[in-house]
């Protein structure tokens, strides 16, 4: 019995202590493979890496190509839109006013700012300095453009004779304000609208030359295609009419208004212009110098 039992016990141990070594086999036989694959993979992944770094490489070059068209386009695009239809500019069949005010500012200009702003309407100011010192000139451009509305030039002087004399004389007129436009702004303007009118017939001894010197320094100038009559006598509803009258007439209207101290009343007649011209369906957008300008001398 007792070597039966031990016989017995022997057969068991033998078929345990061969399944260990199975299985210790078959373990090792399997983490040496996975181990190999892993070899495998890794020098599969870095075959990828060197030929991926040599894709990238390639679309480097190739995306280079591209990146220089995309940005031919791209320049070419933004030329197109600086010349054609910038995205700001409305459709052609959408009404739309740009209130322009000229001559000013004056120390009446925070009042005209006021109802500007009770409407949130913008505004662009063709701007002189004839009626402030140069300090508080500076400070109520600045005040201007931090209201959100364009500051452009207008003249320095607003004085016909001196600024039409020559294409010179011109030029340095509007350097001298453009000067006090950066002081007060940080940036230069880069439109205008001429004292009288681009037809002016003050300017038509020189025109030609003038209008070529002003577009040779890729500023844009703005005449108008509606006005409300403010320096021609009209005041209160006569005014208010004549305003309506002619913004009415164009779908795209550059209206032509004066801020100083002569127009004064222009502030008075505003708001009824405003409420009139919102109810007729017209948007209030500020000219800038993408919009594309009413010229009457080309
Ligand atoms: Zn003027």
């Known amino acids: 019995m007792k070597r039966r039992s031990r016989r017995k016990r022997h057969n068991f141990v033998v078929p345990i202590i061969v399944l260990i070594f199975c299985c210790i086999f078959t373990a090792m036989v399997a983490y040496g493979w996975s181990a190999r694959k892993k070899n495998v993979k890794v020098a599969d992944a870095s075959k990828d890496t060197t030929e991926t770094t040599v894709e990238v490489n390639n679309s480097e070059t190739s995306s280079e190509g591209e990146i220089s068209a995309v940005s031919e ?3 070419s695009q933004s030329a197109e839109e600086t010349t054609a ?3 700001s500019n ?8 740009y209130f322009t005010f000229d001559d000013g500012p004056w120390t009446g200009t925070p009042r005209l700012l006021d ?3 009770q409407y949130n309407i913008k505004a662009c100011f063709f701007v002189t300095a004839q ?4 300090e508080p000139l500076i400070n109520m451009l600045k005040q201007i453009k931090d209201r959100g509305h364009n500051v452009a030039v207008h003249s320095l002087t607003h004085n016909y004779k001196k600024i039409y004399a020559s294409v ?3 030029m340095a007129d509007y350097d001298a304000m453009d000067d006090l436009i950066f002081k007060a702004t940080g940036e230069h303007s880069k439109m205008l609208r001429f004292p009288g009118g681009s037809n002016a017939s003050y300017n038509k001894a020189i025109r030609p030359q ?3 010197a002003v577009r040779d320094r890729g500023i844009v100038y703005f005449d108008w295609n509606s006005f409300d009559g403010d320096v021609e006598g009209k005041k209160g509803q006569e005014l208010i009419d004549q305003t309506i009258k002619q913004v009415n007439e164009n779908t795209h209207s550059i209206l032509l208004m004066h801020d100083m101290p002569s127009t004064a009343f222009v502030h008075d007649a505003l708001p009824t212009i405003i ?3 919102k109810a007729d369906g017209y948007k209030f957008e500020l000219l800038n110098e993408n919009t594309p300008p009413r010229q009457f001398a080309k």
Not at 90 to 97: C, N, Q, Y
Not at 131 to 134: F, K, L
């Open 210 to 212: 003038l209008l070529q």
């Open 275 to 277: 409420e009139r011209l």
């Open 168 to 170: 010179d004389a011109f």
């Open 85 to 87: 239809a910038p995205e």
């Open 90 to 97: 409305p459709g052609p069949d959408e009404k739309v006013v």
């Open 73 to 75: 386009s791209e320049t």
């Open 131 to 134: 009626y402030m010192d140069t």
């Open 115 to 117: 109802i500007l702003d």
